[in-house]
């Protein structure tokens, strides 16, 4: 089975990047605007290893021409304008704006919600009642940094990660119906939410996101 691995990078370093992954693996053959792969380029190389190039939100990422595809997705990097970024698990959240990389406004905060138990009866009933509610007023600090902020700031795009029952919550406030509308892009979170995470994801959303395929051991080519 082939493996994949993302990778974001600065835009200024595309096109040595892309140079340097031809040396490794073999003169590629260039696709752009694939109507199966989606926006952007993907470059295959003759050993088996293969990279999609495209902006973090497909649907800004532009109709690249085959002989100007990286200053294009270049250029379209540095237009994206202010992204909102949502970052929600039962352990706690982070909200903020960023432009160009760089974080304008964010808001972090913890907030115990209790686990899982595995007692039953009236026991588990009354746990899950506390801990839904728990829940809920999490998502409604966080709903409410949101709503001070998103609507005078005017996001261009979204970035949003974790509990997807919580964010749905969250997006489903009247006062940020127009949140719905927007390019969306998912981020992986693995960990509860916290102010480093928001910098770091925000750095990575200025660049251009580079999918990497490659087979599996055995086969043409090694991870």
């Known amino acids: 089975m082939?493996?994949?691995?993302?990778?974001?990078?600065?835009?200024?370093?595309?096109q040595a990047w892309a140079d340097r992954f031809a040396a490794?693996?073999?003169?590629?053959?260039?696709?752009?605007n694939s109507v199966w792969l989606g926006p952007g380029v993907v470059l295959?190389?003759?050993?088996?290893?293969?990279?999609?190039?495209?902006?973090?939100?497909?649907?800004?990422?532009?109709?690249?021409?085959?002989?100007?595809?990286?200053?294009?997705l270049a250029a379209a990097a540095a237009d994206i304008?202010?992204?909102?970024l949502i970052l929600l698990r039962r352990g706690g959240y982070s909200v903020g704006t960023s432009l160009q990389g760089e974080l304008t406004w964010s808001k972090s905060g913890t907030r115990y919600v209790q686990?899982?138990?595995?007692a039953g009866g009236w026991s588990q009933q009354r746990y899950?009642?506390?801990?839904?509610?728990?829940?809920?007023?999490?998502?409604?600090?966080?709903?409410?940094?949101?709503?001070?902020?998103f609507p005078a700031a005017k996001p261009a795009c979204l970035?949003?990660?974790?509990?997807?029952?919580?964010?749905?919550?969250?997006?489903?406030?009247?006062?940020?119906?127009?949140?719905?509308?927007?390019?969306?892009?998912?981020?992986?979170?693995?960990?509860?939410?916290r102010q480093r995470q928001l910098i770091e994801i925000a750095r990575e959303l200025a660049g251009i996101k580079a999918v990497i395929t490659w087979p599996a051991p055995g086969r043409n080519g090694s991870a």
């Not at 082939?2 to 595309?14: D, H, Q, S, V």
């Not at 007023?137 to 940094?145: K, P, R």
């Not at 949003?160 to 006062?175: C, I, P, S």
């Open 2 to 14: 082939a493996r994949t691995k993302t990778i974001y990078l600065p835009p200024g370093r595309l």
């Open 24 to 32: 490794d693996h073999g003169d590629p053959l260039c696709e752009v």
């Open 44 to 72: 295959s190389c003759p050993d088996g290893f293969s990279v999609r190039l495209c902006l973090p939100w497909d649907q800004l990422t532009p109709e690249l021409s085959a002989d100007a595809w990286p200053e294009q």
């Open 81 to 84: 304008g202010t992204c909102g």
């Open 115 to 118: 686990s899982r138990t595995a």
């Open 128 to 149: 899950a009642r506390r801990r839904s509610n728990q829940a809920d007023a999490l998502v409604l600090t966080a709903t409410g940094y949101v709503v001070g902020h």
């Open 159 to 193: 970035a949003t990660g974790g509990d997807r029952d919580m964010l749905r919550q969250l997006l489903a406030d009247e006062r940020l119906a127009g949140l719905a509308a927007l390019p969306e892009t998912r981020i992986e979170l693995n960990a509860d939410p």
